[in-house]
Each structure stands twice: as structure tokens, then as C-alpha cells.
């Protein structure tokens, strides 16, 4: 997990207003899970987000998520009009760190999309990325500038 001995990290480009919004979003819905999309550009090293779409989470629930299809639906139109690419998934941890749950892995959006978790359970907000796959995740290298 600390990415040693493995090829450089990709790279996971989110401007800071972005992870200001994710991170209002997360606090503002919190006890319960937010969630919502990353759209922007996709190239060799990573990606970079360029804008955020905020979802409705139908499950209303601290532990898990699921996109009311609706909110769904008209982000991803939004983002095709706009020529832009679902680039990253995410969703806050209320109560625990921002490390990947079982549930996640089970549920992960697609290959090629990257998994933003915001954590609520320390002082201070913090947002990591991961690529997940079947069974396990690597950490994505986050930049917000
Ligand atoms: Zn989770």
C-alpha cells in the first residue's frame, strides 16, 4: 500500500475549490454519506478534474451510497454536452478514514475512473484517491492546486 517498488503513482489532478465543494458537500450531508462526480480530462500520467457534479445519495446512509438515477442521469448528460469525461467517483466516510470499505470495492463505478473518499472522522476533513480494482486499491498521487 505505500506504493514502493511498484510504477510511479498516476497522478489525480483536483483543483482546490473542487475539494472544497466535495469536502462542504460531505459536511453538509454528514451523517450521512455524500457522493458525486469528477469530470474533466483523462490522459498518460492521470487525470485532471475540471468540474464537480454533486449527487443525491437515495440511501441516506452513513455507511453506504447509491446515486438517486435522476441526479445521475443529468450529470452525466451535462458532462457529455460539455465534451468532458466521468474522471473520478466520490463519496465521504462520515466516521471513518478514507481508505476503501469492502462495500466500495463490491460497488466501484468503472475501470479508468478514479475513487475520491472524503474522511469526517478526524479534526480536519481529508480527501485521498484510489484506483480500485476487484479485490484490492492502490493510492492515487492527489494534487489539489
Ligand atoms: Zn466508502
Redesign the pocket.
Known amino acids: 500500500m505505500t506504493g514502493q517498488g511498484v510504477a510511479k503513482a498516476l497522478v489525480f489532478v483536483l483543483p482546490s475549490r473542487l475539494c472544497q465543494t466535495m469536502i462542504l458537500q460531505a459536511l453538509d450531508e454528514s451523517p450521512s454519506?455524500c457522493c458525486g462526480l469528477l469530470a474533466g480530462k483523462r490522459h498518460d500520467g492521470g487525470w485532471v478534474a475540471e468540474d464537480v457534479f454533486p449527487l443525491v445519495n437515495e440511501l441516506k446512509s452513513a455507511?453506504?451510497?447509491r446515486s438517486e438515477p435522476r441526479s445521475l442521469l443529468s450529470a452525466l448528460r451535462l458532462i457529455e454536452h460539455r465534451g468532458m469525461d466521468v474522471v473520478g467517483i466520490y463519496?465521504s466516510?462520515p466516521k471513518t478514514d478514507a481508505i476503501?470499505?469492502r462495500?466500495?470495492l463490491a460497488w466501484r463505478w468503472a475501470d479508468g475512473v478514479a475513487d475520491l473518499?472524503i474522511s469526517l472522522s478526524g479534526e480536519k476533513p481529508v480527501v485521498r484517491a484510489w484506483s480500485l480494482g476487484d479485490l484490492d486499491f492502490e493510492e492515487l498521487q492527489l494534487k489539489t492546486a
Open positions: 454519506e455507511t453506504r451510497f463519496h466516510h476503501p470499505s462495500t466500495d473518499i
